[in-house]
């Protein structure tokens, strides 16, 4: 399937699953999803000689015929007379559930059903990743770095749990739409992650799936509930990271350093855009991960070069962020500053100290900066090795031959 196709069924997979479920409800999950994939697979029958002019326009009027015979079956099954008026009463409700302006209220409704309270957290998450942004299980299973299996079972637990209520599940209660908040803005981060620097072999950078993730942060934007400090930081962060996409990729589809990049070329309107979200962000009391970590990503926004970068700013602020979210990578980033700031050496040294994590040891960008510090210091012996354990792991054609370069080098 062609990436354009791929991403604009990913899209409307969200849309017309969410407003599917608003008119059956969240019990028929399972049902309904096979309902938009059955759409899906007549539109690539469909369109084998080219795109239709407009081809949402066509997934949703084929939706909606689909949705109108779904619910004429299921009113023969209970035996409900179906004359003109309830015909039309029918179509008025698909219409109504379909319409650009119940997009916002559909998916809003979906994701905070997925964020069920009985679910755990990593279930609430998979369900937003399956129904909201239209990942397979392989897919997710790679943002979360574990089996395929592991995801089956989360989505079947989670289908079960959604099969046990009825209509969408609606939240107003402000401290229930808090507490599914981390939720949600977990997994639009995953999103907004696979579209900057994902999993696919051919395809890591993803635009359209960043602007998804934009988009539905908007969504949450968009409700004065769920409009928090942290959501408008979590934007600013998608924002920062956004306005470089142009310039991370080559003509060849390799990726580039971020110390090779054009930086005339990174889009200014999206780093005020996130300079706002950043403002809006300090309104809160609480400092949270999303804030720290779009500290750092304006600190390389704004910076006219690696050497003009805040790197004192940035260490200190991965000093907080390890604080609030520890981890191995968290640690391994703070260390690859510390080496900007006091130079190679104090890198290594930094990196020496950090506690071992097996998970580090399968990360091809932690064997690349390595070999880069050692690099810098002569090491050359050392960094080929780096480079070439790197190679080994890379996840893409795009990784592999940014460090094949760097090794050739």
């Not at 698909?94 to 279930?123: I, R």
């Not at 350093?257 to 009391?285: E, K, T, Y």
Request: hydrophobic letters at 45%.
């Amino acid at each position: 399937m062609a990436v354009l196709e791929e991403d604009l069924f990913r899209r409307e997979y969200s849309r017309l699953l969410s407003a599917l479920t608003r008119l059956f409800g969240a019990n028929r999950a399972a049902l309904l999803e096979d309902v938009v994939q059955d759409t899906l697979v007549a539109a690539l029958h469909a369109w084998q000689l080219g795109l239709p002019d407009q081809p949402q326009a066509w997934l949703l009027a084929t939706a909606k015929h689909r949705a109108i015979d779904l619910l004429r079956r299921e009113r023969r099954i209970a035996m409900v007379s179906i004359d003109d008026d309830s015909e039309l009463s029918l179509a008025e409700d698909v219409e109504t559930a379909f319409s650009a302006d119940q997009t916002d209220a559909n998916e809003l409704g979906m994701m905070l059903a997925c964020c069920h309270g009985e679910l755990a957290e990593e279930t609430q998450v998979t369900l937003i990743l399956r129904f909201l942004c239209g990942f397979g299980p392989r897919e997710i299973a790679s943002a979360f770095l574990v089996d395929t299996q592991t995801i089956d079972r989360r989505l079947h637990r989670g289908r079960a749990k959604l099969a046990a209520h009825g209509k969408l599940h609606e939240v107003h209660d402000d401290d229930e739409v808090l507490a599914r908040l981390p939720s949600l803005i977990r997994a639009l981060y995953l999103l907004f992650s696979e579209g900057y620097h994902g999993t696919d072999p051919e395809h890591p950078v993803r635009a359209a799936l960043c602007a998804d993730a934009m988009r539905l942060v908007d969504v949450l934007l968009a409700v004065e509930t769920s409009a928090r400090p942290e959501v408008h930081a979590l934007q600013a962060l998608f924002c920062f990271d956004a306005a470089r996409l142009a310039t991370r990729v080559d003509h060849e589809g390799v990726f580039v350093p971020l110390a090779d990049q054009d930086r005339s070329r990174w889009d200014r309107a999206l780093i005020d855009r996130g300079v706002r979200h950043l403002g809006a962000s300090a309104s809160g009391q609480q400092l949270t991960r999303w804030h720290v970590e779009a500290g750092i990503a304006y600190e390389h926004a704004s910076a006219t070069s690696v050497a003009a970068t805040n790197w004192g700013r940035i260490v200190g602020l991965y000093d907080a962020l390890v604080q609030l979210a520890p981890g191995p990578v968290v640690a391994f980033n703070r260390a690859l500053a510390i080496g900007e700031l006091a130079g190679p050496r104090a890198g290594l040294d930094a990196i020496a100290e950090t506690p071992h994590d097996a998970r580090l040891d399968k990360y091809s960008f932690y064997w690349a900066a390595r070999g880069e510090l050692r690099r810098r210091l002569g090491d050359l012996t050392a960094a080929r090795e780096d480079y070439q354990r790197a190679i080994s792991l890379a996840r893409s054609r795009g990784e592999r031959l940014a460090y094949q370069r760097k090794l050739d080098r």
